[in-house]
Nanobody, 121 residues
């Protein structure tokens, strides 16, 4: 069973930066859309940013100009560079991807386990 493994969360002061990374564990055949979502306490999970295999990017309005999503198709990784962090960015951040495990398999959607990002002084 494929899993998405995230890293890079933590505690940072307002105005600071963090970088999140995510990659599937084990071998896979193909990755399609990859992205990051977040869920703050008491709120619904929301989209942060997505990137297609061709490099098309979509950002939530709240993070435009501050966050940058990127992917390395050779390494099957997706990263989220977060700059100028605000207290309202505090949330659990989840990696998400559409994966095809083996040739001929159906494409399925996978979630990572989540990584905590806390922005506080």
């Amino acid at each position: 069973q494929a899993q998405l493994v995230e890293s890079g969360g933590g505690l940072v002061q307002p105005g600071g930066s963090l970088r999140l990374s995510c990659a599937p564990s084990g071998s896979i055949f193909s990755i399609y859309v990859m992205g990051w979502y977040r869920q703050a306490p008491g709120k619904q999970r929301e989209l942060v940013a997505t990137i297609t295999s061709g490099g098309r990017i979509n950002y939530a309005d709240s993070v435009k100009g501050r966050f940058t999503i990127s992917r390395d198709n050779a390494k099957n990784t997706v990263s989220l560079q977060m700059n100028s962090l605000k207290p309202e960015d505090t949330a659990v951040y989840y990696c998400n991807a559409n994966l095809q495990i083996s040739k001929g398999d159906i494409i399925k959607n996978y979630w990572g386990q989540g990584t905590q990002v806390t922005v506080s002084s």
